[in-house]
Every structure is written in structure tokens, then in C-alpha cells.
């Protein structure tokens, strides 16, 4: 089995949003990695990053990713730092991936840069910044499409991930 959709992007940008509507206009299931962990490990994410440290949470993340992309064959969204895996990124190839982009000033509308995000507890701004130059290749690098949310709705995202999957509404 293989995910319809993989869809990949930063905190924030509405990959759970854009998912759910996806698989719903596909008539599939929808999955994301991030809830797949919280339901396992039985805390947050912000709880595990405290906890045990962001390379512990890195290694999970890992396992529950590559256990999705065997197991799910809807839209899967991925937390936003899977992608700094290589292995993970080796598994996306062959596999739809949405890129779903949005700039700082989008970041900050929506997230609000806050503390409960763990990795941008101290200068939200300039660590979401920091994040971004040192994912945006990633992410380019496993997507097939990539699609800017900026200033868009959720609705007309999901509608322009579809378009540039060339994917028919179920």
C-alpha cells in the first residue's frame, strides 16, 4: 500500500487542514504523522522534545513515518521536520508529494509564533527563519508539486494541490 498524497511543509502551514479536505474530495482516508506519535507515545510533541530532546523525538518521528507510508494509502501529511531524515526522504521518491510553502509573515498570521511550538520557543521569527533556509531544499527536493499558501484559503489550496497533481475530485 502507498499513500495517494504525501504532503509536506512547515509548522503551521496547514498541512492537517489542506489533508483532511484533500482526502475528503478523493473519497480516501486521511492520516498525519504528527497525531500517529502523540496517540503512541501518549503526550505532546512539545512534551517528548522537553522530555527526551529533540533527537529522541526525530528518531520516533522516523519509525512512525516509515510505518505510515507502508500502511496508508490516502492523503498523509508528515511533521514538519520528517524530511531532514535521508531514509525518509529515499522512501518519498515515487510518491505524490505536495510541498505546501508559505513565507514568514504567513507563519507568523497563522502560527503566531508561539512557545508551544518546542523549536521556536526562544525568537520565534528569526528561528522560523532559521528553519525554513535550512529545510526549503528538502522540501523541494522530495516534492512533486509545490504549492504557496500564502494569502490563499484552505479550500482553494486543496484545490490547486489537486490541479497540480492532475487528481480528479472522487
Do not use: C
Request: without cysteine; negative net charge; glycine residues 10%.
Amino acid at each position: 500500500m502507498s499513500p495517494l498524497i504525501v504532503l509536506v511543509g512547515p509548522m503551521g502551514v496547514g498541512k492537517s487542514t489542506v489533508g483532511q479536505l484533500l482526502a475528503e474530495r478523493l473519497g480516501t482516508g486521511y492520516r498525519d504523522t504528527d497525531d500517529d506519535i502523540v496517540a503512541e507515545q501518549g503526550r505532546s510533541i512539545a512534551e517528548i522534545f522537553v522530555e527526551e530532546g529533540e533527537s529522541a523525538f526525530r528518531a520516533i518521528e522516523k519509525a512512525a513515518v516509515h510505518k505510515a507510508l507502508a500502511e496508508h494509502g490516502g492523503v498523509l501529511a508528515l511533521g514538519g521536520g520528517a524530511i531532514l531524515d535521508p531514509d525518509t526522504r529515499a522512501l518519498l521518491a515515487g510518491h505524490r508529494v505536495v510541498y505546501l510553502s508559505m513565507d514568514v509573515e504567513e507563519a507568523v498570521k497563522r502560527t503566531g509564533l508561539n512557545a508551544a511550538r518546542p523549536l521556536l520557543a526562544i525568537n520565534p521569527r528569526k528561528q522560523w527563519r532559521e528553519l525554513m533556509e535550512a529545510r526549503r531544499h528538502l522540501y523541494e527536493e522530495v516534492a512533486t508539486a509545490v504549492v504557496p499558501t500564502d494569502g490563499r484559503t484552505p479550500e482553494e489550496v486543496t484545490r490547486a494541490a489537486l490541479n497540480a497533481l492532475e487528481l480528479k475530485e472522487a
